[in-house]
């Protein structure tokens, strides 16, 4: 533990109090932390971070006791989502949907797509916006 990263009054850390990784105060909790109890911060601002790895990492705190409830599910929440997974998960070439995220940034297309020639990719995707 680095003596830096106790500073209970936040004198080096712009006001706000900092503790090393685990030894916060009874009373905050982090973002995952609150979600795990079914709250969320709401509107506060961190009333302390963590930091760990020399520094080079930190967490915010939030007081427990400030914290809200988390808002439900509502059906046009839950649309919405499927929507923004649909469009990570499925190929915009061969409009198949995967059960995991594709990596779009990278190849553009599902693993079988990309593995296409030019040739095969044009008339692929001729097929398929005759489909749609």
Known sequence: MRAI?????GRHHGGLPTFPW?????GLATRRQLR????RPAAQEPAAQ???HRGRRHGY??????AKPVRPMTPGRAAALDRAIAARQTCPLCL???DACL??????????CSELSDDERDQLAALTTTRA
């Open 50 to 52: 963590v930091v760990c």
């Open 36 to 39: 795990a109890m079914g709250l």
């Open 103 to 112: 990596p779009l940034k990278t190849l553009g297309s599902c693993l079988p």
């Open 5 to 9: 990263d106790l500073d209970p009054e």
């Open 22 to 26: 685990k030894f916060g105060p009874e």
């Open 61 to 66: 705190l939030y007081r427990i006791d400030a």
């Open 96 to 98: 198949v949907r995967y």
